[in-house]
């Protein structure tokens, strides 16, 4: 069955021998929902709109700058029952989820038996983010690259202290469940790994941290690899990218969601993605499968670079947030028909083509982030400078139109160049088009890998 690609090809090139009819096309096409309120939905939201497929989209709740592609709906991604009356009511063919919670949730699962196609992984299949300990399980029971670990309760807190002292710092904490990004902790003494190992155990992350995954520290340079999978052994690779936890420039200060992204990945070159996917995504696809997983949509592969070879930190079961506002830049294949054909289990017949040109995301954030932080600052300025695209994170748009902001990470401006350089050029100049009392950002995004 043929796709269209764009709408440039499909009015100027029209073929009867070479594409559907005008019956055929509006069959094809979807009302779709996007589940998610941050940046990456934003990103997400810019592409499909862009697909000729896409009659009509929804994101729900979405934010102040999502409306500028499709419908905001005032409704949560973890309201089922909700999102089940909305996709009956509006005849919506396909969700799409952003964000991890509704996965972990279940939410594949909650419409497993409904007419409508989700992207993303069963509830088993989302406990590779859901859970550090079953993740660091499955890698080491299909021999997939990881660090050494071991899990903790506090029904055996002295085990955890004896295998810290095996380790020569600094020491790696991770909360077992869900923690917003922070359930990390990265520690250079001995005795402070111990303190926080107790407190995590003592509910510093809440329920998150009732099990704790303590892992040896892996020394070298990191970067974000994105399959999207069918299901049936069919996956393409996305546009590798690169984010900037920290806080402070030099990665320092305290971790964050996101700071800012680069795609491409000078290391992540051909040999060593060679390497990526034969030791680490055809034994993750291989091991869903064996263990009964269903699994139709994006694994996002924390990697890191040791000496040349790659070795996965974490799972996520969605794509990355600040790198999807990178990547969707050099995504250059109609997203949807992508999307679409992973939840249907047959994307081996398509093709994903990336723009050769380099893409970068630089994170303005608010006064305070990651701590606490003041919202309702109003947004002045210009919001669509030329060159850059302005990928609303948290952002709300009050009673009189003015644009506030609404989270710690609040807007991320993206750009295309022929190198890195480039696009950061850009997305530094633009960053000036606009301003909000406290605003904040990284100066040194893609530094390291410009050197």
């Not at 955890?160 to 923690?179: C, I, N, T």
Request: proline share 5%; with cysteine; aromatic share 8%.
């Amino acid at each position: 069955m043929p796709f269209f690609v764009n709408n440039c090809t499909f009015v100027a090139d029209w073929n009867e021998s070479r594409h559907p009819s005008v019956h055929s096309l509006i069959l094809l096409i979807m009302k779709i929902l996007l589940l998610g309120s941050g940046g990456r939905e934003s990103a997400l939201a810019w592409r499909m709109s862009q697909s000729p497929l896409c009659e009509e989209l929804f994101i729900a709740p979405g934010n102040g700058g999502t409306h500028a592609y499709g419908t905001n709906v005032d409704m949560s991604p973890l309201d089922f029952e909700k999102i089940r009356e909305f996709v009956k009511t509006r005849g919506i063919d396909m969700i799409v989820v952003g964000n991890e919670d509704p996965l972990v949730a279940g939410i594949y699962d909650y419409f497993e038996n409904d007419p409508v196609l989700v992207v993303g992984p069963s509830r088993k299949g989302a406990q590779l983010e859901g859970s550090k300990d079953f993740a660091k399980r499955f890698m080491t029971d299909h021999n997939i690259p990881t660090a050494r670990y071991r899990s903790f309760t506090a029904d055996n807190i002295d085990d955890g202290y004896h295998f810290l002292e095996s380790l020569r710092p600094p020491y790696v904490l991770k909360a077992d469940g869900l923690a917003a990004g922070k359930g990390v902790l990265i520690i250079d003494s001995l005795d402070e790994a111990k303190k926080a190992l107790n407190e995590m155990l003592s509910g510093m992350f809440g329920k998150s941290s009732a099990t704790v995954v303590i892992e040896e520290f892996l020394d070298g340079i990191e970067c974000s690899v994105f399959v999207l999978t069918d299901g049936n052994g069919g996956y393409r690779v996305l546009p590798v990218a690169k984010d900037y936890k920290r806080i402070g420039e030099g990665d320092t200060g305290l971790n964050t969601g996101g700071m800012g992204a680069v795609s491409p990945v000078p290391f992540a070159d051909a040999a060593f993605m060679q390497k990526v996917n034969d030791r680490i995504i055809l034994p993750t696809i291989k091991g869903l499968s064996q263990e009964g997983i269903t699994y139709r949509g994006f694994i996002f592969l924390g990697l890191i670079n040791v000496g040349g070879e790659p070795m996965v930190i974490e799972y996520n079961v969605r794509m990355g947030d600040p790198e999807t506002e990178a990547v969707m830049l050099r995504v250059d294949s109609d997203l949807v028909e992508l999307l679409r054909a992973a939840a249907q289990g047959h994307l081996g017949d398509l093709e994903l083509r990336e723009d050769p040109r380099a893409a970068v995301t630089v994170m303005a954030v608010s006064g305070g982030y990651p701590g606490s932080y003041p919202k309702g600052k109003e947004i002045t300025g210009n919001l669509q400078p030329e060159g850059s695209i302005l990928f609303h994170a948290g952002t709300s748009i009050d009673d009189q139109g003015r644009t506030l902001t609404s989270g710690g990470r609040v807007i991320a401006v993206s750009s295309r160049g022929d190198s890195i350089a480039d696009a950061l050029a850009t997305s530094y100049r633009n960053m000036a088009a606009f301003d909000f009392d406290g605003r904040y950002f990284r100066r040194d995004i893609g530094q390291d890998l410009l050197k």
